[in-house]
């Protein structure tokens, strides 16, 4: 598939009518992308019958500077730079009819530092585009010329770690539940216990903003109360993510400076403010020394499904760029979605400085980040004390793990369950470092540690059965093969 | 009350035995290992006083641990806690910390509060034990 450029030169290329766009310019199979450009890959579902290349030609076209039709005010522009470059297509691995096109486009495409500019081209009309069936961008590679236009995450793990002295083990968090309904001052109890019995943080859910039972000036002012009693019970630094979500950026940063008023370390957004509002309040945490978290709200809609949309591993670099301190990323054994080794791909590029090619990740690219700052991950939902073994072997220690119902739901009450899962982070951390086969030796150590600790017996009582065990349906199309020597 | 700040502050006191694998740990790792005192147990205290400097060269925690003794010895009555610093690039800081000595008692926290306009409320921790001079706050070795 992978033959020669069908390029058509000079003044044939310009003759009114319509031209198929890999006649064009937008497949050039020859084509050697720059250090300099931003590449994209694309899972491409051609309509049937639709030519392979021609789809993934109309792609790079439609994503760059293409029209339906020969316009002759290309030649007013260096047009062969503008045009993206399909320069390789691949069948997908035990996927017939579909395609991985490599797509490369010129820097110049983009305005530095803007993901809003980024996605209006590599997403913006081409989803929609008739001859394909479904399309799903799969990865980016960021060169790092683009990358250093970019802030980045306001705080980054090592910075959040001394601001808050935390160091050598998973930060602890829990959210809020019910998520709706409590009033402020019921809400704010919930805060105090958890963060009390031993969690580092506590969370707005991605829904509470401001509504009949509980205004958010209510909110902030009882949760800041909840922090500072924390604190001053078990002299830790306690936060709470207050998220500031709202209708427009002049209340969200109302919000938020009023969250820095009352002397919060950290406030939270949602995935569905928009990439611009996101890129904002960054630089606000960034110029107010805030901890800044975001919710993946809504990014299942179109991370999900394998053939369409586009996927979670291009969302966490674009959160890294516009500068997020905490993303959601993924629990592998909890309830939402999440394969094991798609999600080790996306704690990859949050944390690592040089994501290198890994298919079995589904890494497509080697990613130089540039030192920008490291995003915490987040992995919440369905995760409880008994998994404490299996979260740090999956995620590792670099990570907030969030016990909500872990927490909340514990049967002596939400001290109890907070110091229940603190207990069992620390035992684990402990026999990891002494060198011990914690993954294996896990329930043992639980076991033991449970001994001293009544809430942490407890909480491996009651939900020591409690797994979630469904096919994913986002796994990466490569597996590893053996080599000869293993 | 107990103050939970470091790495382990949720399990028993650690033995000698325990504080050794941590410190074997690191130098493993390959950080370097220093201990730290302090009286003022404030969460917002950063600069605990070095007892000396941070061992870069380590191989064994013996080091460390005959060190620690000699810190107990001279500041048993206050926090003294155990750090690991890695020099990486894109870290170049603290990796572990946790605390291997507490004071007989701890006093714990007063919450001060100053009420300001509207409901804001200004907030201020502070140690009971601070409120007199440094060395004379936990009643001596």
New interface residues.
């Given amino acids: 598939m992978n033959d020669q450029s069908i390029t058509v030169r000079g003044r044939e290329r310009y003759r009114s009518g319509v031209m198929e766009y890999r006649r064009m310019g937008y497949w050039e199979p020859g084509y050697e992308p720059k250090d300099t450009d931003v590449i994209a890959l694309f899972r491409v579902t051609p309509q049937d019958g639709v030519d392979p290349a021609e789809a993934c030609a109309a792609v790079a076209g439609e994503s760059s500077t293409a029209t339906w039709t020969v316009v002759w005010t290309d030649r007013l522009t260096a047009a062969e730079k503008y045009r993206a470059k399909c320069y390789r297509v691949d069948p997908v691995p035990n996927s017939p009819g579909s395609y991985f096109a490599y797509i490369a486009y010129d820097l110049d495409l983009f305005e530095p530092g803007s993901i809003a500019n980024l996605t209006a081209s590599i997403i913006g009309n081409v989803f929609g585009f008739k001859p394909l069936k479904a399309l799903r961008l799969e990865d980016m590679r960021l060169p790092v010329a683009y990358v250093k236009t970019f802030q980045g995450p306001a705080t980054g793990i090592v910075v959040e770690r001394e601001r808050l002295d935390k160091f050598g083990r998973p930060l602890l968090g829990a959210t809020v539940k019910p998520k709706l309904g409590l009033s402020g001052r019921n809400y704010g109890r919930v805060v105090y216990e958890a963060l009390k019995g031993g969690l580092d943080f506590t969370k707005d859910d991605e829904n509470i903003n401001s509504q009949p039972f509980m205004h958010w000036r209510e909110r902030y002012l009882y949760c800041m109360e909840a922090v500072n009693r924390a604190q001053a019970a078990t002299g830790e630094i306690k936060g709470s993510y207050l998220n500031v979500t709202a209708a427009t950026m002049e209340d969200m940063y109302e919000r938020a400076e009023f969250a820095r008023g009352l002397g919060s370390v950290i406030i939270m957004i949602d995935l569905v403010i928009g990439y611009t509002a996101i890129q904002s309040m960054a630089k606000w945490a960034r110029r107010n020394d805030m901890v800044l978290h975001l919710h993946r709200a809504g990014h299942s809609t179109y991370t999900r499904q394998r053939n369409h949309g586009v996927s979670f591993r291009v969302i966490a670099k674009w959160m890294r760029l516009a500068g997020v301190d905490h993303i959601h990323a993924g629990t592998v054994v909890g309830k939402l979605e999440g394969d094991p080794n798609t999600t080790r791909g996306y704690y990859d590029i949050c944390r690592e400085d040089f994501n290198p090619t890994k298919l079995e990740h589904g890494v497509f690219f080697d990613q130089h980040w540039a030192s920008l700052n490291k995003m915490m991950p987040v992995a919440s939902g369905g995760i409880h004390a008994g998994q404490m073994h299996q979260l740090l072997d999956l995620l590792g220690e670099d990570v907030v793990l969030q016990f909500g119902g872990g927490t909340i739901g514990h049967p002596r009450g939400i001290q109890a369950g907070a110091t229940a899962n603190r207990v069992a982070l620390e035992a684990m951390i402990m026999a990891r470092n002494e060198g011990r086969d914690y993954v294996h030796e896990g329930p043992e150590i639980l076991a033991k540690a449970a001994k001293t600790c009544t809430p942490l017996r407890e909480a491996l009582e009651v939900w020591k059965d409690v797994t979630f065990n469904y096919e994913s349906t986002d796994s990466p199309d490569f597996v590893p093969t053996a080599s000869a020597a293993a | 009350?107990r103050?939970?700040?470091g790495?382990?502050?949720?399990?028993?006191d650690l033995t000698d035995e325990?504080i050794s694998?941590?410190v074997q740990?690191c130098l493993e790792k390959g950080w370097a290992v220093n201990i730290e005192f302090t009286d003022d147990?404030?969460?917002?205290n950063?600069y605990w006083e070095m007892w000396g400097l941070p061992m870069f060269d380590l191989r064994d925690a013996a080091g460390i641990m005959k060190e620690l003794a000699e810190c107990r010895r001279v500041y048993g009555d206050r926090y003294i806690r155990v750090?690991?610093f890695d020099s990486s690039?894109?870290?170049?800081?603290?990796?572990?910390?946790?605390i291997v000595n507490r004071p007989k008692e701890e006093p714990?926290?007063?919450?001060d509060r100053q009420e300001v306009a509207g409901?804001?409320?200004?907030?201020s921790?502070r140690?009971y034990a601070a409120t007199r001079p440094e060395g004379e706050r936990y009643g001596g070795p």
Avoid: D, K
């Avoid at chain 2, 894109?90 to 910390?97: A, K, L, Q, T, Y």
């Avoid at chain 2, 714990?108 to 919450?111: A, E, I, S, T």
């Avoid at chain 2, 409901?119 to 907030?123: A, D, E, I, Q, S």
């Fill in positions: 009350m103050i939970t700040q790495c382990f502050s949720f399990l028993p325990q694998a941590q740990y147990p404030h969460p917002r950063t750090c690991g690039h894109g870290w170049e800081s603290v990796r572990i910390s946790f714990g926290f007063r919450l409901r804001n409320v200004r907030y921790t140690a």
